[in-house]
């Protein structure tokens, strides 16, 4: 019943677009990352002013779909006669968003940062109040205390939910497809409408995310036991009988 | 307004609106019974309970869709053919709300499941103690207080699940998204037709927030908030 040549034909585009789905995530999640650190700094703020425009930026991302945000930045954009006279005028930053790679990039990027600002924020506002005392007992500054105290245990902390915003940022690049992007869904669909084959074509990239997933779940998995060692069941050492 | 657009994207928000509804009351259903036979004592219950929740989590909801719907037709083209019968189409609005309920069945069933847990024991066997039957206690004890617990994971699956309703629009169905794309080509100004859509969504999440938290604070009568 199964149609193996659907698969092994379109071999060549599944391992391509295995590649850029694995690119998309990894580097939108990095400047995700990234640029939600020193936001979720920001968004803690007591200060309405201050915490306020970063609330907007997530409040947008977080409550319309990422579809939509891809659509309004890849055909949106170009509405704007500004915006196509830089692209007449060749400027770098401005390029990026007329080809559809640049603006997934930079879609997913601003999506999973927003999630991941509201993450950090969460942890850093769980910070135990004793850090922040110890902290400034010893004198530090306010950076100082940021960089050493404060950033570093939320990031332990966020981990579980990182973990699921990364899962969640593998399966979102699936809409890249929609922009004329080749990632593992397009070759899925590109498979499909050749040999009008959906469960061969469909199946076989669902497995391969599946797989992606199972892989990111590991590696979440290992950082966990590096960074939360403090928060394992304790296991029994060799050795010492309790 | 909208250069006369205004009210083809009404009925796509109204569309889009019962694609998001239909889809949760299939989810709710199927995430009580997948929570149920996860917890249940019987092995054939409990595999395809796992198998269902780890698969449908581990696969965009993209692929899934096109799967469901592009395989749903030619499963029903084979069974038109052997039974002789005249064509039929695969609906998208079906296969959308089938899909949809289908992918957040699955985390519906990990909220469900988490939150049928958490009641304490002592609470069930209390009510076994006054003679309730099995029934009474699952409408009496077990559900009311298991809800409390579920809310706060269904509100965030249920916010999760509206901006999934976008999706529709890849498989042709003339939700919101859809038709601002139409509109957006016709008039030459997408940008402005995405902004409506973006607005639309905005304005379900926020309403759905406000609902939730009145359906948590209802069903948190008589827990004391701890003070943060």
Not at chain 1, 78 to 104: D, H, K, M, S, T
Not at chain 1, 210 to 231: D, I, M, P
Not at chain 2, 84 to 90: G, M, P
Request: proline share 4%; charged share 10%.
């Amino acid at each position: 019943m199964i149609e193996w040549s659907v698969i092994t034909d379109s071999l060549p585009q599944y391992a391509s677009g295995l590649w850029l789905t694995a690119q998309l995530t990894v580097l939108s999640l990095a400047a995700g990352l990234m640029v939600a650190i020193p936001l979720a700094v920001v968004r803690i703020s007591p200060r309405r002013a201050v915490s306020g425009p970063v609330w907007v930026f997530t409040y947008f991302f977080r409550g319309t779909p990422m579809l939509v945000q891809l659509l309004l930045i890849y055909y949106g954009l170009g509405q704007f006669e500004w915006v196509q006279a830089q692209w007449q005028a060749e400027n770098a930053f401005w390029l990026i968003f007329r080809e559809p790679y640049g603006c997934a990039l930079v879609t997913f990027s601003l999506n999973t940062c927003a999630y991941t600002t509201e993450i950090l924020a969460g942890a850093l506002r769980t910070t135990p109040h004793g850090e922040i005392e110890a902290a400034q007992a010893c004198g530090m500054s306010r950076f100082t205390m940021l960089r050493r105290i404060l950033i570093p245990g939320a990031l332990r902390r966020a981990l579980p939910a990182y973990s699921n915003e990364a899962i969640f940022m593998l399966h979102g690049t699936a809409i890249a497809s929609t922009v004329t992007l080749m990632d593992l869904t397009g070759a899925a669909r590109n498979a499909y409408s050749q040999h009008f084959a959906p469960f061969e074509a469909f199946i076989f990239a669902g497995l391969l995310y599946l797989t992606l997933t199972f892989a990111l779940v590991g590696l979440f998995r290992l950082a966990e036991r590096r960074w939360l060692a403090h928060l394992q069941p304790r296991k029994a050492i060799k050795g010492h009988t309790a | 307004m909208l250069h006369g657009y205004a009210p083809s994207l009404l009925d796509g928000a109204w569309l889009t609106f019962q694609v998001a509804v239909l889809s949760l009351v299939l989810a709710l259903v199927l995430g009580l019974a997948g929570a149920s036979a996860k917890l249940s004592k019987l092995r054939v219950l409990r595999a395809p309970a796992v198998l269902y929740t780890t698969i449908v989590r581990g696969i965009p909801d993209l692929v899934m869709m096109l799967l469901v719907f592009y395989g749903g037709q030619m499963l029903i083209n084979m069974a038109t053919d052997a039974l002789e019968w005249d064509y039929i189409d695969v609906n998208p609005f079906v296969a959308g709300v089938a899909t949809l309920g289908f992918i957040f069945g699955a985390y519906f069933t990990e909220t469900f499941r988490g939150a049928f847990l958490a009641v304490p024991a002592g609470q069930l066997e209390a009510g076994a103690a006054y003679g309730m039957s099995r029934r009474q206690i699952f409408s009496r004890i077990l559900f009311p207080q298991m809800l409390r617990h579920a809310l706060p994971g269904l509100g965030n699956n249920w916010q999760v699940m509206q901006k999934s309703t976008a999706l529709v629009s890849i498989i042709g169905l003339s939700d919101i998204t859809w038709l601002a794309d139409q509109a957006g080509r016709s008039t030459h100004q997408p940008f402005l037709f995405y902004a409506v859509v973006c607005a639309f969504y905005l304005a379900m999440t926020a309403l759905s927030s406000v609902v939730f938290n009145h359906l948590e604070r209802r069903y948190s009568v008589g827990v004391r908030r701890s003070a943060a």
